[in-house]
């Protein structure tokens, strides 16, 4: 497993805690998440690209 520094503003990290601690996760999972999602988005897009480059309609 890899590890990843962040810079982040002061306030934004404040509230990116607070947002962890609402959802009662920890704020390592919380940014696994916004990974998950921001991937699986990358990945959808991609898949159409492809498929609208072969005209294929469904």
Known sequence: M???TIRLP???HQRLKAL???????LNKL???FTTQALTEFDSESRFRV???K???E
């Open 2 to 4: 890899a590890t990843l």
């Open 10 to 12: 002061d306030d934004k």
């Open 20 to 26: 962890a601690q609402h959802r009662h996760i920890s």
């Open 31 to 33: 940014f696994e998440e």
């Open 51 to 53: 498929l609208a480059a």
């Open 55 to 57: 005209d294929d309609i």
